[in-house]
Each structure stands twice: as C-alpha cells, then as structure tokens.
C-alpha cells in the first residue's frame, strides 16, 4: 500500500525541458507535445522530480494557494495523458526556489495538449540527437 | 548561404545554384562565418567566373546571425528568396519547378517542396551518385521554401536566441501566420549526410527544437489568431529508415 503520493516520468519517451521556468512535454511515441500555465509548469516540475503531492497542497501560488481538488484534477490529467506514473518511492524533498517561483506565479494550474507537430516530434530528419535520449535518431554509416 | 569551414563542399553548392542562373536571375549571397580553412578561397574561386556571387565575411559569430548578415545583404530589387547550406546541392530544375507556381498565384507568399536525403552525391553531376542510399521527404528546412520578399519582412529575422533550430523556429513562425504556400512535389534539396553535419555535433539540437516549440506556444497563446501547424511536414518514411 503507498503512504505517499509520489509520482514519476512514465517512460523514457516522456522528456521535457524548462525555458524561463516554462515546462514543455514531449511524447516521443506519440508525437503529442504539452504546455502548462505557470504554476502548471512548476507543479509537474515538482510532481516529475518525486516530491510528495500531498506536500503541495496549501501552497501559496500567486494571490491564492494550491487546493486539494484543484491538485488532484492536475494529477489525473497528467496520468490520463500518460506523462507520469505513481510511484512507490520515498518523496523527495521540495526544493526552496521553486517554492518561490510557485509563489510568483499567475495562472490556475493548466496543461494544453497539442498534436500539430506529431509527424515531426516522431522522428525529426534534421535534429536528431543520440539515442540514449530516446529520440529516434536517422543514423547514418560513418 | 551561411559557410563555415566548408572547403571540401562549398564550391559543389555554389555550383548547383549557379548552373540554374538561365531559370532565375539570381543574386547570391555567401556570408563567411570566421572560416579556417580554405573556404573564403574557394568560394573566390567561383566568384572569378560568377559575378552574381557576393561575399560577405565575418567572424564566427554562428549560423543564425550568419543568415541574418545575409538577409541584410538583399538587394531592394529582389522578389524572392531561398537558403541553401553550403555542404548541399540545389537540384537542377528546382527553380523552374516552383517559380511557375508564383507566376501562377501573384498572391502566393511561399513554396514549401520535398527534400531528399542522400549519403553520396557525384562530383561531377551533382546528383545522388548511382551507388547513394537516399531518401525523400517533406522535412524540415529552409531550402525546401521559396519565400517571397514580402513574407520575408514580415516574418522579421531568424531568432538570435537559437544556437541552432533556428530554422524550425523560423518555419514554425512562417505557417503559423497566415502565410499562403503551396506544397509542390519539386525535389528542392540534396541534403548531404556526412560525419561533419552540423546539427550532429552535441546534444544542443535536442533542446534548440524543444525550444522551437515552447516559443510556438507561446506565441500562439498571446495571439489567437496564428494556427497549428498542421498537414506541412511528412516525415514518416523516416521512422522504419535507416542509412545502411
């Protein structure tokens, strides 16, 4: 039985990066790609990252704080979309600044999907990288 | 065309623009990033015979800020541009091809054609040599457009944030506008894979694309009005394909 809501990336082809404090989400399988509001984007940092979901609730995000209904429709949004699993793992710890940053924040706790992308996100011709990152690299003979 | 340290490839890229002067009256204009090696000889080289080649040098400054020195470089008179990378060849007839397509439609703001991989081009010929695996797509990348003049101020520059995608960034900008294109079958790129491809070199391409999409979406959040790029890239064939 889990004692904690921890959770964790669901796959190697979930990957994601942050510019500006803003998350973005890459399916590599389906092509899908996710944007989140602010505070989204802080929340899934936190929630990828294994910090206790139930540490989140109360926090202050902009002029109101994270409620336990409003974090827990997040939550299944992000597992509906398969971008996190739960997780029997001990929490990790939540880390000060982006306390801060949630803090800082504007927007209610959102993500967007979009598929516009997907045949290019699948297997990108030009930007491949190597395949331990999981993307599907066009190799060539050397 | 942006060039760094292409000795080996430059005077072949030159070459197959070159030999297609009779389809367009064509100005090109090599921006030389800091090179080396032997590249600002070689393209001299061309110039000697080819007055319709302009070079521009500076120091290594990177690709995006090289194709902005370039599009800086257009002439008032110039109707319409394209980019080709000096390592790649601009296939015979290409111009022809798409050109017809803006005579057709005076509206018409850009062509966006297909592009074909390939390990092994002919010195000589300039096509993909008879024993080169390849592969054709509608990818990702400048030298599958013709964009006119017009659309080419309206989209402003090529975002000096990127390192590299700058590309991606810039075509994602171009059809998430409300730019009118058509998608010609036309061949428009050789696209040379070879060990020394730029965007092979880190892990920097990985990140750049992501970041091609966040500013994607951000832009489509501030302004409801740009769309989903939708239908223009068709790089499925790519996913079961390997060089061998």
């Known amino acids: 039985m889990r004692h904690t809501d921890v959770y964790a990336i669901s796959s190697k082809d979930i990957v994601f990066e942050s510019f ?22 802080r929340i899934w940092q936190a929630l990828s990252s294994g910090v206790d979901a139930q540490a989140l ?7 109101s704080t994270i409620g336990p209904a409003e974090l827990e429709g997040f939550v299944s949004q992000l597992l509906e979309l398969g971008l996190l699993v739960g997780l029997d793992a001990p929490p990790q710890p939540l880390p000060d600044e982006l306390l801060a940053e949630l803090a800082a924040t504007s927007e209610p706790l959102t993500v967007n999907v979009h598929d516009d992308l997907a045949d290019l996100i699948v297997v990108d011709p030009i930007h491949e990288v190597e395949e331990p990152v999981g993307w599907p690299a066009v190799k060539q003979a050397s | 065309m942006p060039v760094y340290n292409r000795e080996r490839y430059v005077v072949s890229a030159l070459r197959s623009l070159v030999r297609q002067r009779d389809a367009a009256d064509l100005d090109i204009i090599v921006i030389d990033d800091g090179s080396t090696d032997g590249s600002v000889e070689a393209v001299r080289s061309m110039m000697r015979e080819t007055p319709c080649i302009r070079l521009f040098r500076q120091s290594n400054m990177g690709v995006t800020k090289a194709r902005n020195a370039g599009l800086k470089q257009l002439l008032p008179q110039t109707r319409l541009v394209s980019f080709l990378d000096s390592d790649d060849i601009s296939p015979m007839g290409r111009f022809t091809a798409d050109l017809a397509c803006f005579e057709e439609d005076p509206g018409l703001d850009l062509t966006y054609s297909r592009m074909t991989l390939v390990d092994k081009i002919d010195g000589e010929t300039l096509e ?23 659309l080419i101020e309206r989209t402003g520059g090529f975002d000096e944030d990127f390192k590299q995608a700058e590309d991606t960034d810039y075509l994602l900008r171009i059809f ?6 058509v998608m010609p079958d036309t061949v428009a790129l050789y696209y040379r894979r070879h060990p020394g491809n730029m965007t092979k070199e880190a892990d920097v391409p990985f990140r750049e694309f992501m970041r091609a999409i966040h500013k994607s979406m951000k832009r489509r959040r501030a302004d409801p009005s740009l769309r989903p790029v939708e239908g223009i890239f068709d790089v499925k064939d790519l996913a079961q394909w390997r060089f061998p």
């Open chain 2, 128 to 150: 993909p040599a008879a024993d080169s695996h390849s592969i054709t797509v509608r990818g990702i990348h400048l030298s599958a457009g013709i964009f006119a003049r017009d």
């Open chain 1, 20 to 41: 500006d404090g803003e998350a973005v989400v890459l399916d590599l399988s389906s092509g899908k790609y996710f944007g989140f509001s602010d505070s989204g984007s």
């Open chain 1, 57 to 63: 609730i109360g926090l202050t995000a902009g002029a």
């Open chain 2, 176 to 181: 998430e506008s409300q730019a009118k294109y």
